[in-house]
């Protein structure tokens, strides 16, 4: 057996190492304290061999940096690309993330090029304005490329699961869609169609007539 070599004291990158770690199997690990404070038990070769040099701080600085050179990024508050990436990625990897059950709890995950911001910002560009956001075109698939676009809010809505599609005259819109265009209310139509079983013609064409009595 090769005899071990004694590391105490010894700084690789960002770490110094204090101690043997207890941690059992076949490769030696050893304690190091991060120079941002962060403590970890890291495998002997990976030290010596240059392969971790951070608890990863150094790793997300550099993204930090990145994203402040593009002016994504300051203070903590960033542009409103910078905050739909880091949201995106919370919805998709974050069990604790109030969306996580419609997002990765459902297992819809984004595509590994955008685990940083470049990577993101390369494939969408700038969001066009504050009030676009990101929107996946199949909702049921993943956060790529070709299955996603700056989308505003009725663009967002229109696309959501639980949308309710009417076709009329060769026309497939959502409940929210025709109500707009005929001036209807949707509860109005949604009633009409369910509860008094009209045809979806009727329900998006007849007006309400008032009978004023005298």
């Avoid at 542009?79 to 949201?87: A, E, I, Q, V």
């Avoid at 001036?183 to 009727?202: A, H």
Wanted: charged share 20%; hydrophobic share 30%; glycine share 10%.
């Amino acid at each position: 057996m090769a005899k071990t070599i004694d590391l105490v004291g010894q700084r690789f990158g960002r770490w110094l190492v204090s101690s043997k770690s207890e941690k059992h199997g076949k490769h030696v690990y050893w304690n190091c304290l991060c120079d941002c404070g962060n403590t970890a038990a890291v495998y002997a070769g990976s030290l010596t061999r240059g392969k971790s040099i951070s608890c990863g701080c150094f790793n997300k600085e550099g993204t930090i940096a990145r994203c402040l050179s593009h002016g994504h990024a300051n203070g903590g508050n960033g542009t409103k690309t910078y905050n739909c990436w880091r949201n995106m990625k919370a919805r998709c990897s974050n069990p604790n993330n109030h969306k996580w059950a419609d997002y990765g709890g459902r297992g819809i995950r984004y595509t590994p090029a955008w685990e940083t911001f470049d990577g993101f910002l390369a494939d969408m560009g700038e969001c066009p304005s504050s009030k676009h956001s990101i929107d996946r075109i199949d909702v049921n698939n993943n956060y790529e490329p070709s299955n996603c676009r700056w989308a505003t809010p009725i663009e967002q809505g229109n696309n959501q699961r639980t949308n309710t599609l009417l076709t009329h005259n060769g026309r497939t819109m959502t409940l929210a869609d025709w109500s707009r265009e005929t001036g209807i209310n949707r509860t109005t139509i949604l009633q009409r169609i369910n509860r008094s079983k009209w045809s979806v013609e009727r329900a998006l064409t007849e007006r309400v007539h008032f009978v004023r009595h005298s």
